[in-house]
Structure formats: structure tokens, C-alpha cells
């Protein structure tokens, strides 16, 4: 009963007006920069987190939360209609939605994504609100070692599963290690990796790493790759009457709670998030549509119901560990760390303990933010379709700028924009590449941690090393790296099968279509 009565707590916080204006902001900005291809959440909270230091930590949290919910949500919008998925998450989707769309059922295909987006996101923060304090009190049990195998779990998973290959995930996290090297050492006051840079002495701001990966390395290379022309957008249909038939509620509500189901689990665990349970989804919904199994590749409503409950339940389950763990398994997730940490508040399973208010805040913050959203994506698509007629020069070009101004503004110091260049740039060669830059946040961040948690466990055993892998619980968590690498990799593979595979299918089903007949001359 002590949680339920700190989450009535939370929404009293959250209740007021102000804060419903914050979360009102970040659903509508999350929402918007979903429905923008190549803009995704881990950018716009990048962008803002220098803008928002004169924000109170609860208000910036309630913000980023709705980004982040809002850009789930806003990914399918473009997918569906341009065909284009605005987030990794959202590739599944294209696959099907935009058939729809092409067919005509754009707007059925939209209000199926919207609704089972509500429905798995209300369910799957239902399900982080009782998971969270369990896992939290579960942690605080934990020693040094512990921690420090949780800490090799994320390296591992993270480097090995995102991104195209293992060994460019691996090489973008030993990038990441060596940036959260760079500084003052604790234990013996020298300076490490500064290149005789004064500014470089307290380590480079974690902040305007993220801002030159995930805004400037982004923009540069989304914008290097625009098509010319105008954006050819499928129109959709108004009126209630085009959203969804009682068929389509027939066909969607089984798939929205398995999406849900599939989704949670997987967005709790370092195995790829939203992508890989929007895949198993979709490969889930095609085994069972028995006699409609030949519509998938040609517009099937399960295959948008199920992959979009998935990817918005995983975005729940991936906050999970960032709360109680402090391990980020996402490249948004290690963004909102770093939100955290720069209101000096380290997630971890001492955060419920420590920072409770502010916790509960943000859970209530999802659960409003959900009604919010489904509120603004049903009546507001056609807002949403003028958003992607936006000119990508003018877009990009704002990204840049609010980027080198919000870097300049953490210290007002030339070289943090120098900096902010040169990350930039290196991003932008690790995207062209097919290097994952996820990794390397995540090796900013977690790295100077892990080498804390190094020493302290060789203090307590004075050197022995034996001591870092024969408590129970460190133990299990080296042998779970290979299960969990194993089966990371297999998913992986399914995901390019079942890729190639609806590939085929829409290519055949494309060929089967009749030619149109050349029309008579007058």
C-alpha cells in the first residue's frame, strides 16, 4: 500500500497546473519530433537538457518523460504515411501501415497505432509502477561487485546488440570509455587524457557529447542524405467514420494486449528494446493470423496493432533498470541518465529511497501523459502531416544552432563548442559507417562508474581478484552475458529474416497488381 500511496502522491504533484502544461509541452514536442524522420527522442532531449537547467529537476524529468512517450507515439505517423519511420522502433510498422495507407485505410491504420500505443503504454506503466520498487529493494542488497558485473552486463549487451555487428558496437564503447576517462583522477589527483586542456580537467561535459552525437552527427547526416523535391505525403481520409470498423476492433485488441505482453518483458532486459520486441511482435501476429496470414506484406491491421502496442510497453520496461538500476539499455534511456545527472541525482536503487517525490512525479507524469497523447494524435493528424511539409534546409539548420548555442550556455567556454564540432563530425563518420553511437554514451557514462565500483571491490578484498566473480550474485551475471548475447544475436537474425522475407512478399504482392492501361488518345 506505501507505493500506491506514493503514486497518489505523485499525481497530486503532477495535478498542477503547471506541471500539466510541462507534460502537455514534452507530449506535444515528443509527438512532433516523432512524426519528423531522423528526429527522435534521444536528440530532442539532447538538444533541450542545456535549455531546461533553470527548470526545477521535476518539471525537466515530466518534460523529458513526455518526449520520450510522445516520440514512440509520433514515430508511426510517418511511417505509415510516408513510409518512412522516424525511429528504429517504428521500421515494423511501415511494413504494414503504409500498405494501409496505399490502400486507402490510412486513417484505420493510424487510429489502430494510436489506440494500442494508449492501451500497452497505460498497461506497461501500470506494470513499472509495482516492478520498479520490488527491483529497487531487491538492489539495495547488492555489494561493489555486484554492481560493477551489472555494469559488464550493459557493455556487453549494449556494445554487442546495437548496431549492425558486434565488433562496430564494441569499438563505439571503447570510444565511450576512453571519452569518460578523460579528467582528474580521484584516487591520485593526476590529470589523464586532457591533452594539456585546462577545461578538460573536470572531464568533458557528458551533455555536450550527447548534444554532438545525437543532434549535430544526426543532422549532418540526415541531411546529407535529402531527397530533393517535395515530400510526397498519402492523404488521409477525415471523419469518425474512416478511423476503424468493428472488424478492425475484432482484429487489433488480441494483438494490442500480446504486443504489450512482449513488449514489457523485452524493454526490461539489455537484448535491443523496442526494436526487438516490435519484430518478435510482428513475427508473433503473423504465426497466428492463420487464414489472413497471406495479407501480412499487403496491408494486414495486426501487423501495425501488435509491433506499436510492442514498442510502447518496451519503452516502459526500459525504465525499469534506468530507475532502479542506473543501467541504461537504450540510446534514450542513457540520454535521461544524463538528464539526471545533471541535477546531481544518480538513478540507482537508492533513487526511490533518496528522490522518491521526484520518481513518483514521473511515473504519474506517464500515465497522464498516455491520455494526453491519444487525445492529440487522433483529432490532431492532419496538424501532424503539415509538420512533415516542413523544409528540412530551415529544420536542420535550427538543429545546429539551438546545439552550439545550448553547448556554449553550460559553461560559456568556446571550447565546449569546439568540442560539440568535433563530436559532431565523428558522429556523423560512425553513422555513415554503421557505427552505433548509443555505445558510446553509454560508455561515457556508465565507464567512470564502473571504475569506481573496480577500485572499491579490490580495496575490500586488498587485490584479489577471485573476489569479483565468486559472489553468488556477480557470478550470475557473467553467465547471463552469454545467454543474453546468444539470444540477442538470434532475435537479430530473425529480425533480418522476417525483413527479408516481407520484403519479398510486398515485391510480389506489387507484382501481382495489374499494370494500369495506357489511356486513349483524344
Do not use: C
Not at 507505493?3 to 497546473?17: E, M, R, W, Y
Not at 494501409?100 to 485505410?105: E, H, P, S, T
Request: net charge positive.
Amino acid at each position: 500500500m506505501g507505493d500506491i500511496s506514493a503514486l497518489l502522491d505523485g499525481f497530486s504533484t503532477v495535478l498542477h497546473p503547471v506541471f500539466l502544461l510541462y507534460a502537455l509541452f514534452g507530449v506535444f514536442v515528443g509527438t512532433a519530433v516523432g512524426v519528423l524522420p531522423g528526429i527522435g527522442p534521444a536528440m530532442t532531449i539532447a538538444l533541450l537538457l542545456p535549455l531546461t537547467y533553470s527548470l526545477e529537476p521535476s518539471a525537466a524529468i515530466i518534460v523529458f518523460a513526455g518526449i520520450y512517450y510522445g516520440g514512440m507515439y509520433g514515430g508511426s505517423t510517418t511511417s505509415i504515411l510516408l513510409n518512412t519511420p522516424g525511429e528504429s522502433a517504428s521500421i515494423v510498422t511501415a511494413l504494414e501501415g503504409h500498405k494501409m495507407a496505399l490502400a486507402g485505410r490510412g486513417a484505420a491504420a493510424l487510429a489502430t497505432a494510436a489506440i494500442g500505443s494508449f492501451l500497452a503504454g497505460s498497461l506497461a506503466t501500470a506494470a513499472l509502477t509495482f516492478v520498479a520498487p520490488v527491483v529497487a529493494r531487491w538492489a539495495v542488497q547488492l555489494g561493489e561487485p555486484d554492481y560493477l558485473a551489472l555494469m559488464v552486463v550493459a557493455f556487453v549487451t549494449v556494445g554487442a546488440l546495437l548496431g549492425s555487428s558486434a565488433a562496430r558496437g564494441i569499438a563505439a564503447l571503447g570510444l565511450g570509455l576512453l571519452l569518460g576517462l578523460v579528467g582528474t583522477d580521484t584516487l591520485t589527483g593526476q590529470q589523464r587524457f586532457t591533452a594539456g586542456v585546462p577545461q578538460f580537467a573536470d572531464g568533458i561535459d557528458v551533455v555536450v557529447i550527447a548534444v554532438g552525437l545525437f543532434a549535430v552527427g544526426e543532422a549532418l547526416y540526415v541531411a546529407s542524405r535529402l531527397r530533393h523535391g517535395p515530400v510526397r505525403v498519402i492523404p488521409v481520409a477525415k471523419g469518425w467514420r474512416t478511423w476503424m470498423n468493428r472488424e478492425d476492433w475484432r482484429r487489433s485488441w488480441k494483438p494490442w494486449l500480446r504486443g504489450t505482453a512482449i513488449g514489457f518483458p523485452v524493454g526490461t532486459i539489455p537484448a535491443g528494446g523496442a526494436d526487438v520486441a516490435t519484430f518478435l511482435s510482428y513475427a508473433a501476429e503473423r504465426k497466428l493470423a492463420g487464414r489472413r496470414k497471406a495479407q501480412f506484406g499487403r496491408g494486414a491491421i495486426e501487423g501495425v496493432a501488435g509491433p506499436e502496442a510492442a514498442n510502447n510497453a518496451a519503452a516502459a520496461g526500459v525504465l525499469v533498470p534506468l530507475l532502479t538500476l542506473g543501467l541504461p539499455t537504450t540510446a534514450t534511456a542513457a540520454i535521461i541518465i544524463a538528464a539526471f545527472q545533471s541535477y546531481g541525482i544518480q538513478p540507482g536503487p537508492l533513487l526511490l529511497t533518496n528522490q522518491s517525490a521526484l520518481v513518483w512525479a514521473l511515473i504519474a507524469s506517464l500515465y497522464i501523459g498516455n491520455v494526453m497523447l491519444v487525445v492529440l494524435n487522433l483529432p490532431l493528424v492532419g496538424m501532424w502531416v503539415r509538420i512533415l511539409q516542413i523544409p528540412r534546409h530551415y529544420l536542420y539548420a535550427g538543429i545546429l544552432l539551438f546545439g552550439a548555442l545550448g553547448s556554449y550556455a553550460l559553461n560559456f567556454a568556446p571550447v565546449d563548442v569546439l568540442v560539440l564540432l568535433v563530436i559532431g563530425i565523428v558522429g556523423f563518420a560512425m553513422r555513415r559507417f554503421g557505427y552505433p553511437v548509443a555505445p558510446m554514451v553509454v560508455g561515457m557514462i556508465l565507464g567512470p562508474m564502473a571504475e569506481d565500483r573496480l577500485r572499491r571491490s579490490l580495496a575490500i578484498s586488498q587485490g584479489d581478484l577471485t573476489y569479483l566473480v565468486t559472489r553468488p550474485f556477480a557470478a550470475a551475471a557473467y553467465g547471463a552475458i552469454i545467454v543474453v548475447v546468444i539470444a540477442g544475436l538470434w532475435l537479430r537474425r530473425r529480425e533480418r529474416r522476417f525483413e527479408a522475407e516481407v520484403a519479398r512478399l510486398a515485391a510480389d504482392a506489387e507484382a501481382a497488381e495489374p499494370a494500369p492501361q495506357p489511356q486513349p488518345a483524344d
